[in-house]
Structures are given as structure tokens and as C-alpha cells.
């Protein structure tokens, strides 16, 4: 695929500073062709980018050890957790040395009565409920890939339990970051609410790299629920399926997931998790609460989806059935690579208000018939945040060129519904041209200005999210 | 009290400059000395401290306008709503302009099927409730003040729903500002999550006027609850009230409002509330929900309370008892100001990991025994965050020293227990010495930045939150 390709704007590190790499580092300063092709990978439809380089740094000291000399020799450094992003965000177009943190993976603090854990960025969110298990405890932030906790602040990142828990927005308590100075910043305290100076966790949630280096996190983790139910229910059309949640979302209902998927996508992951479904558009509902309380949501639900034209409810009583269905809804990613075999997939994720979702999902699947590729369309839609899965040829530039022509109609009718072009999956490289329309100019200017009060030298992660010039 | 004064390096409004705002507002320039006074004055314990005029603007284009030409000119603007601030926030300590919000107060648009509603600053809390009661819905944050919603944003502001709803920081979705430039920003769609580019609104949620002129708020509101219910619950001692709070977070319940007041606090609303309640310390219950939903929690409360030495429950069932109770909890500021005629309020904030509550409580309630003064002691605990309000005789230096003292001792405390100095009242100039000890040195030296980069003039409300240098 020769259609999408990076400017690259190398800036090698000099021999001075790859000699004090060395020396500090040894070994440990990886320049293998195999190690950096794969930190040169994401799964964005970006071809390979390899950096110059690649630590595994052990601690915070290393990290701020690495920053400052990189800070000296304003040579680029790109933090690296799964390499699961899909927008470009951990490819070193401007070469530099890749932070791998696969070796700063500890669980640091359960604060259990005050629900909040404290781990290194590169904790997988599963392992992280691996180890608090014994607590009661759990941590609902979901994205479709095992991603790290670190990638998973860095892009603001959610999943299936944002309609209920929120998102990585609301669920990170503080940070520890690493400034383009070197010193370490602690952004808040652990207290619930405060109202002490400028925002700082905030600003680093969803800067993709851009500003520091995050070495620490905090989250909110929450009591496992007394009763959780799943439930599927089969729709006759699309927009039957997403009027339902639009109307359950306004009668309040504190539902705790709720993912629609089209009827291809259906059939993606009942061919990639070998699942029986019926293969019409569908509602996946989870409900969290105490016995009665979750009696009470669904049969609130129930009636919103016979009002809608909404087949009986499956239940999927059992844990282990539960599980089996989560995880074919997120392997949808990978399910709906298999639809295609040698296919790459691009992915869009806006979000709008719910009162236009509807119009928003109708709009684009008719857009989307006759294109020349399959395509799957799933959604987070309590949220108002859905995406279209296109599986294009790589050898076709003109399937790459209609994708990205349905991906721009679709940002620009999501911003014209006073959305956004990125629900969760970030800017990285291919949403940067997005940011105007939907922020305007003198937003983009006040963006710039902490990027370039913060990282005066442009070496963390240079060219993403936001233009170093106007 | 001369105990408190302030440091006043008064940047006169060049004559030029004046000119320029009588040619463009002619009389609404106000420079007499009634209307400056009174936006020279909140409800800190600092002397009167006038602006050089005052401009009651009528919309975002004047307010562009005039902060285009403070910024030319260097003159500090410094946005105002109804002055109920605690810690200087408003006071015009460097003089200049005050922009006076009550003509703003306009709700500009109700999104009810996307739990959003869009007003100008200058609109009450209790004003948007009263426009938006048809709608079955309601915006929670309720600080002790009629505020506006443009200084409960400035500050972050909270109240007693809190624990069940958040604060200002999860409850404003985007925001209207104007820059230094006098460029208008919008800080975010109205999508629920987005991941597209660095989090402004929350930068300046918070941020105290220092950082542009907020003029448009959009807040998310809630549906109305089927049923609510309160109770109070008296309790032997102020540790085995707040134990049971600690208890009530850690089961989980999704309580409403938890609030607590000590027998010095409920005297003082029984006298001005003229309530009769029990005089030791208790705790104030909300629960909301379905009916068996809040059934499940009153008995979980119950079955807690209990467990620590709380009494019987007494029911607020009907709907006036309720509004009583609460305007009495809300009035405790002006109630506690009853117990000492003539005297000044000093009140504290701080907010800790609710794992020490109770021996940031107790051992505060130590401290205060002996004081020369009356005292409370209210907090929405379910966040940990408490308030001592010290009754201090103007008169009397050494008051105001041990009041000092107190406070210092206090925010220490929550400091090494991992808290804030401030859950909700903000920074103002009282609490400016405390940052450094909260967020460490290299913390504010990122703040700095981002006011040097937003303000290079220093003319958003200078010298708040944080000093202009090191």
C-alpha cells in the first residue's frame, strides 16, 4: 500500500549521545534490526517505522536519566506500551530512542478502602484485575486490545464499561511524570476532589506522549457488583437497534454496557469465536448492581426494545458464558480482519451526542453500501461512540482512497452533530488533520502553546496530535 | 484586623486606555465608589480591596473587546459573579477592571435528550434549576452559596451531592472562553468522551480566572430521581460518625448526600434554622433511586450505623421537611456566624483519602479544644472533604494567629495524608503558600508555564493561585 506513507523528518541521534547512551546503559541500548521493527509497528494502515533505538528502562530514575539526555541532544523519545494504537501514535517519524516500559509492570499500591490502585505504566489492564481480584475490587476500563494501563492514560483511552464507569477521563486520580527538565512531577493528591491549582492529571490524560513521560498512574477501581446479567437482544434494522439506546440512556437507566453491532459484524465474530448468533443487528447488554436493582433495569430495558422492535432477550446466565461473549465482542477487531484474509483494517471512532446517533450510524452504513470492501460497524453507543471497521486490499489504492473518503464524510458529519472525530482511539498521525474543523485554530494555538512551553526541545513523541507550527 | 492584609502592587489604568472604554461603553465604565466596593469585597477574611472600574458586560463580544484592550494596555480583568468566594479569589489586588457577570445569566440551550445544558456565566445554580424543572431534570452541584456557574467552574466548585455526582471537574463538558488574544475558544464538542487532542476544559475548570474569561458553560444534568428519601442520624462521638461514613463508602452504597455537622455545627443551625435536633454530632442522609433501590440502601445504612452507636433514624419524608433540612445544612455559614455577633469566619477545606478521615477529623477536633473562639465543624465527608469554621473577633490579633495557626496545622495534616488543602473553595491568594508544600516546586513550575503562555501580560486576575515567579 503505497497511499499512506509517513513524512519523516529523521533526526539521528548524535554519536556523543549514543556513547553516553552506552555507557549509562550498555547492552540495554538496543539498536537490533528485530527489536526496533517491532517499535516501529502499531496497528495503524502505517507502513514500518523503526527508531533509532530501544530501552527497556527498570525504574522512574532511568526514565528521567534518559529524558535529560535527551533533552540535551534533542533527540526524539517515544514511550511504547503493546504498540496496540491504531492511529500511528508510537511510530518514530522523527526517529529517537523507544521507552519499552513491558519491565515497569508492578501493581505499586491496592488503597483498597479508599478504591484506588497505583501501577507502573507498563501493567496490562488484565493483569491489573488478575491482582486485585482478592479485594472485591475491579478496574472496568476495557479497550479491545490487552493494552497497558501507561498507553491507556496516554490516549484517553475506554471501552464497554464507559456508559457506566466512565473512561480513563475520570478514572485516573494522579499521575508521575517525567518533564523534558528531568525532574518528576506528582499532578494530585489521592483525595477524592480538589480544587488545589490548575489541572495537571487532566492535561497528561490524552497527550499521547507528548508532554512527559508518564512513569506512574493512579485509578479508581470499584466494588465488584452483587449481580451482574448479560443479555443479548436481535433487532430488525440498524436504527431500531440504536433508537433503543438512545431512549434507555434517557430514561436513566444505569446500565452498565451496552454495544451494538451490525449484522456483519455479527458474523465476523460468530465465524471468529465459532458463536451461534443470529445475524441482524444486535444489542450486547450487561447489567451491575444489587439482585433487584438489576430486576429493575431490565425490565426497563426489555420494554424500550419490544417498543423498538426488539426480539426476545438471550440471556447469558453463566460467568463462563458471559465471558465467552465479551470476549467475542472484543475480538471484533481481529474477528473482522478474518472476513478478509491478507486485508488491513481501518478503523474510525467518532462520537456525537446520543440525540444524533442514530442519524449518524444510518448515514454512514449508507454510505457505506456498494463500497468495494466488507466492513463491520460496532459501537460503544451508550456513548455516542461507534466504529466502522473497513477491510481494505493493500494492494488497491483506490479501496485505501474510498476508506479514507467515508472516514472524512463521517469525522465531518460527526463535528457537524457537535461531536468529535476520536471517541477513545486518539489523534496520533492520522487524525491530526481533523483537529481544525473540530477545534478551530485558536484552539489548536492554545494547544501548541503547552506543547511548546513543556517540551521546548520537541522530543517527546515529535509530530503527533498537534503541529509543532501552525 | 490589621492581621490580614494584602500585598498591593496597583497597576493604575492608563489614561488612554480609559478613554478607549468610555468611547466604548460610555456610563456602564462604573467607576463610582459604591459599585467598586462591592466588587472590592467577597467572604474572605481580607480587608476591602476595589477595582478601578467595573464593566457589567452583555455578551461574549464585549467581553472580547475588553479584554483585547486590557491585554494592549496591561490592565488586569478580573471576571466576577456573585462574590461569595472564600479566599480573595476576587479581590483586584494588582486594581484594574472587574467584569461583572449578572447580565450574562441567560440559559442559552437545554439539550435534555443529551443531558446537557448550556448557560452563560453569570446564571445562579438555583436560577438554572428553577428553568430547567419541566424537563424532569437537574444539575447537582450545590455549593453552601447561590453561586454562579461561572465561578463554580472557576473554582471547582462541589457541594453536598458530590459523592454520588462529582464536582464541577466531572460534571462541565465543554466550555466558552476568550483568550489573551481575544480570540473565543471552544473547548470541546458535546460528545460524552472524546480523545481528541489535550483536555482544555479541564485545564480551565479550576483555573480561577487566571487563565481567559470564561463566557459559556456547557454542564451535564441528571434525570430527577423517582424517589428520594432523608434521614438524620445522631451519633455519641464525631469519630463514630465519620467511621460510619468511612463504612458507608466502602460498602459501596450509591448514597446521594452524606453530610456531617458536629454538635458546635448543629446548635448553631438549630438557632438560626430554628430546628430542633439532637445536639451531638450527626450524620445528614440522601438517598436516591427506584423505590426498592433506595429501600436497599436505607437498610445497608441502617444495618451500618448501628454498628457504630448511631441512634434511630429520623425521616424528612415529605418533600418541605427535606427543602428545610437542607437550607438549614446549606445556611451553616451564616448560621455559624450567629453563634459570635460581629465576629469574621475563617473556614478550612481540606480533603483526605477517606482511609483517614476519622483521624484527620478527631485529630483536628483536638487541636481546636481550648481555642478562644467557637468553632464547627460540617463536611461532605463521603468525599473526605470537612470544613472548621473558626468565629474570630476582628478585634483581636491573637485570634486570628491561633486561626492561622490551626489552618497550617491542618492542611499540613491532610498534606501527609496524601490530601489536598483545598477540596472545593479554590486557592484565592490564602491558600498560595500551600502549593508548594501539596504539588512540590517542579509541579507549579508547570503551572507557570502554561499562565506565562496563556497570559504574557498577567492581566487574567493576577496574582491568584499561583505567583507570576518562583
Redesign the interface.
Known amino acids: 500500500m503505497d497511499t499512506l506513507t509517513l513524512k519523516i523528518l529523521h533526526r539521528a541521534i548524535p554519536p556523543d549521545c549514543a556513547s553516553e547512551f552506552r555507557a549509562l546503559f550498555g547492552d540495554r541500548f538496543i539498536t537490533s534490526e528485530a527489536v526496533r521493527t517491532h517499535h516501529g509497528t502499531d496497528e495503524s494502515p502505517y507502513p514500518v517505522c523503526p527508531p533509532d533505538a530501544v530501552i527497556f528502562p527498570h525504574n522512574e530514575d532511568e526514565v528521567v536519566q534518559i529524558v535529560r539526555l535527551c533533552n540535551r541532544y534533542k533527540v526524539p523519545v517515544i514511550p511504547f506500551g503493546i504498540g496496540s494504537s491504531l492511529e500511528g501514535h508510537v511510530l518514530p517519524i522523527q526517529g529517537g530512542i523507544t521507552l519499552d516500559f513491558t519491565e515497569m509492570n508492578r501493581v505499586l499500591a491496592i488503597?483498597?478502602?479508599?478504591f484506588?490502585v497505583t501501577v507502573q505504566p507498563g501493567v496490562i489492564r488484565t493483569q491489573l484485575n488478575d491482582e486485585i481480584r482478592d479485594t472485591g475490587l475491579f478496574f472496568p476500563i476495557d479497550p479491545g486490545a490487552h493494552a497497558s494501563i501507561g498507553g491507556m492514560t496516554a490516549?484517553?483511552?475506554?471501552g464497554t464499561n464507559?456508559v457506566r464507569y466512565g473512561?480513563m477521563?475520570?478514572n485516573v486520580v494522579s499521575l508521575k511524570v517525567v518533564?523534558a527538565?528531568g525532574?518528576?512531577?506528582?499532578?494530585?493528591?489521592?483525595?477524592?476532589?480538589?480544587?488545589?491549582?490548575?489541572?495537571?492529571t487532566?492535561?497528561y490524560?490524552?497527550?499521547e506522549g507528548t508532554?512527559g513521560i508518564i512513569v506512574e498512574i493512579t485509578v479508581r477501581v470499584?466494588?465488584r457488583p452483587e449481580t451482574i446479567s448479560a443479555a443479548i437482544c436481535n433487532f430488525p434494522t440498524l436504527s431500531d437497534a440504536v433508537q433503543s439506546v438512545?431512549e434507555i440512556?434517557?430514561?436513566?437507566v444505569p446500565i452498565a454496557r451496552v454495544e451494538f453491532m451490525d449484522q456483519h459484524a455479527v458474523n465476523a465474530v460468530n465465524r471468529h469465536s465459532k458463536l451461534g448468533l443470529k445475524e441482524t443487528p444486535l444489542l450486547l447488554f450487561e447489567f451491575h448492581g444489587?439482585k433487584?436493582?438489576v430486576q429493575?433495569q431490565i425490565e426497563a430495558v426489555q420494554e424500550i426494545t419490544q417498543g423498538n422492535g426488539g426480539m426476545d432477550f438471550q440471556w447469558a446466565e453463566r460467568p463462563e458464558d458471559r465471558t465467552r461473549l465479551w470476549h467475542a465482542r472484543h475480538n471484533s477487531h481481529y474477528a473482522g480482519l478474518q472476513l478478509r484474509p491478507g486485508s488491513r483494517s481501518v478503523a474510525t471512532?467518532v462520537?456525537?451526542?446520543?440525540?444524533r446517533l442514530a442519524d449518524c450510524v444510518t448515514q454512514t452504513a449508507a454510505d457505506l453500501e456498494g463500497m468495494p470492501f466488507p466492513y463491520t460497524i460496532v459501537g460503544h453507543v451508550g456513548?455516542?461512540?461507534f466504529h466502522v471497521q473497513m477491510l481494505i486490499d493493500p494492494d488497491k489504492p483506490e479501496e485505501w482512497q474510498k476508506s479514507e473518503a467515508i472516514n472524512h464524510r463521517l469525522v465531518h458529519r460527526?463535528?457537524a452533530m457537535?461531536?468529535?472525530?476520536?471517541?477513545?482511539?486518539?489523534?496520533g498521525i492520522h487524525?491530526m488533520e481533523?483537529?481544525k474543523a473540530?477545534?478551530?485554530e485558536?484552539?489548536?494555538?492554545?494547544?501548541r502553546?503547552?506543547k511548546?512551553?513543556?517540551d521546548p526541545n520537541n522530543i517527546f513523541n515529535p509530530g503527533k496530535?498537534?503541529a509543532w507550527e501552525a
Open positions: 488503597n483498597a478502602e479508599d484506588t490516549t484517553r483511552a475506554s464507559a473512561t477521563r475520570e518533564t527538565q525532574d518528576i512531577v506528582r499532578t494530585a493528591s489521592r483525595a477524592r476532589k480538589s480544587s488545589s491549582g490548575y489541572d495537571l487532566h492535561l490524560v490524552g497527550s508532554l470499584y466494588p438512545v440512556m434517557q430514561y436513566g444489587s433487584t436493582g429493575e471512532d462520537c456525537v451526542p446520543i440525540s456513548d455516542g461512540n460527526a463535528i457537535d461531536g468529535t472525530c476520536s471517541g477513545e482511539h486518539g489523534v487524525k481533523f483537529l473540530e477545534h478551530g485558536a484552539a489548536l494555538e492554545l494547544m502553546l503547552i511548546h512551553a513543556y496530535v498537534i
